[in-house]
């Protein structure tokens, strides 16, 4: 927790939060902004290309050369602790990172593409970042800043039993990099708490997955919404009247998808 810096950030858009919920990005703004953390947004930054990347639209080599570029741009404005609002960005860049500090011919073809467009500027030298240090997901700096919002928090959610669900791609592929237990993560619970809700904080089926898996959803749909089923079923079965979380995808099969299993397999949840 004391690692976690709250300057010289770079808010790392994400083109999720940006397409189907953008209130995401504004929140984490207002409140970025109330707590004090030294943030910047940058129009050079793309996508991660973690959706095309994981139904494998995208290869890896295109995937690492775009996460060289969006580091170069980051310490090129000077703000080089990149902070992701999508945990799938969160894993993409890092796993981006350790693949260029760590293998030279990964790392050499990409830095000949951007010789070889005249991109020069773009190189990425071996320990340019680090992907321990340089790289965070956006709930992490909130946590940091727990005793701060408990203090200045604006609305009281006195009794409302929350349930926390932690993103895949955050405590299961970064799992030696999760703040806390990644068997037992307990980072938003511990922010819900601070807002004076009473978090649920262990419940059946909370390390399930959302259910969503990406090309999943669309290849093995039955197979997608039935995980989805067992979560939500959990959930009601713990008397749990708010979900909280830290990934657009899960956001998506959740609220998306709540009705049409409603639907297809004849239940109700309040």
């Known amino acids: 927790m004391e690692s976690i810096p709250d300057k010289k950030l770079l808010l790392f858009k994400s083109c999720m939060v940006g397409?189907?919920?953008?209130?995401?990005?504004?929140?984490?703004?207002?409140?970025?902004?109330?707590?004090?953390?030294?943030?910047?947004?940058?129009?050079?930054?793309?996508?991660?290309?973690?959706?095309?990347?994981?139904?494998?639209?995208?290869?890896?080599?295109?995937?690492?050369?775009?996460?060289?570029?969006?580091?170069?741009?980051?310490?090129?404005?000077?703000?080089?602790?990149?902070?992701?609002?999508?945990?799938?960005?969160?894993?993409?860049?890092?796993?981006?990172?350790?693949?260029?500090?760590?293998?030279?011919?990964?790392?050499?073809k990409v830095n000949s593409i951007f010789r070889e467009k005249g991109f020069d500027d773009l190189v990425y030298e071996k320990g340019d970042m680090n992907p321990r240090?340089?790289?965070?997901?956006?709930?992490?700096?909130?946590?940091?800043?727990?005793?701060?919002?408990?203090?200045?928090k604006k609305f009281d959610f006195s009794g409302v039993k929350a349930a926390a669900h932690h993103a895949c791609h955050y405590y299961k592929v970064k799992y030696l990099d999760a703040v806390g237990s990644p068997e037992n993560p307990q980072l938003i619970d511990t922010i819900a708490e601070a807002c004076g809700a009473a978090p649920v904080r262990w419940y059946e089926d909370r390390t399930l997955t959302c259910g969503m898996g990406f090309s999943q959803l669309h290849l093995n749909k039955n197979t997608s919404l039935q995980v989805t089923k067992t979560k939500l079923d959990s959930l009601q079965r713990a008397g749990v009247e708010l979900m909280l979380h830290m990934c657009?995808?899960?956001?998506?099969?959740?609220?998306?998808?709540?009705?049409?299993?409603?639907?297809?397999?004849?239940?109700?949840?309040?």
Request: proline share 3%.
């Open 133 to 152: 240090t340089n790289f965070y997901h956006a709930v992490e700096v909130l946590l940091s800043k727990v005793s701060q919002i408990q203090k200045e």
């Open 19 to 108: 397409q189907e919920y953008p209130g995401v990005e504004t929140a984490t703004r207002y409140a970025f902004d109330r707590l004090g953390v030294d943030y910047c947004l940058n129009d050079e930054q793309s996508c991660c290309t973690g959706i095309g990347h994981y139904t494998d639209i995208f290869e890896g080599l295109t995937t690492t050369a775009i996460a060289a570029r969006n580091f170069a741009v980051a310490r090129r404005c000077g703000y080089p602790n990149i902070t992701c609002l999508c945990s799938t960005c969160y894993a993409i860049n890092k796993e981006a990172c350790e693949l260029l500090n760590t293998n030279t011919e990964v790392r050499e």
């Open 248 to 270: 657009p995808n899960c956001h998506i099969q959740y609220d998306r998808y709540q009705p049409v299993i409603e639907k297809e397999y004849g239940v109700e949840y309040d």
